[in-house]
């Protein structure tokens, strides 16, 4: 009897087991400190896709540039205006393939690349109009995703005859 009773106070004189889970306030805690690590992660992540546009839209320039120049090569002369850049895509007489793939014409932002000849430095100049599909720079500035990008900027097209711009 003595152990039943020796057993019952070693029950009584234990500390409570440890205690388990979070209060509200911890968990409040770590949502807002999980919530401004996202909010920092996804603003660093737009400037980059903003960025990695741009330089997708220089790429399609140069790639139609080439096109242009390989047109010019076997034709004798650039895309008319009237003609734009459509020509490109299609294949003119002894000629497998076009010059370029219809979706080659869209920016990164879904617009068309804009063709203008002459153009303002060179014989002619291919441009997009950036994420806001208008002309010049809007709110976002010299660097943002509306600003314009031409292959005159890019140093991807040649001088008109007689080297005169």
Do not use: C
Not at 75 to 87: H, Q, R
Request: aromatic fraction near 4%; charged fraction near 20%; proline fraction near 7%.
């Amino acid at each position: 009897m003595n152990s039943l009773i020796q057993a019952s106070r070693d029950r009584r004189n234990r500390t409570p087991p440890a205690r388990r889970g979070m209060t509200l306030v911890e968990v409040l805690a770590v949502v807002i400190i999980l919530g401004l690590i996202a909010a920092t992660l996804t603003l660093s992540f737009r400037g980059q896709v903003g960025r990695a546009k741009r330089e997708l839209a220089k790429t399609g320039i140069a790639l139609i540039v080439n096109a242009i120049e390989t047109y010019a090569l076997e034709t004798g002369a650039i895309p008319t205006m009237e003609d734009g850049l459509d020509v490109l895509t299609r294949a003119p007489a002894g000629r497998a393939e076009p010059f370029l793939k219809p979706d080659k014409l869209i920016d990164p932002w879904g617009h068309r690349y804009q063709y203008v000849t002459p153009g303002p430095q060179s014989a002619y100049q291919v441009l997009s109009l950036g994420a806001d599909g208008r002309p010049g720079v809007s709110a976002g500035g010299a660097g943002s995703e509306d600003e314009d990008i031409s292959s005159d900027q890019l140093g991807q097209t040649t001088k008109p005859a007689g080297g005169k711009p």
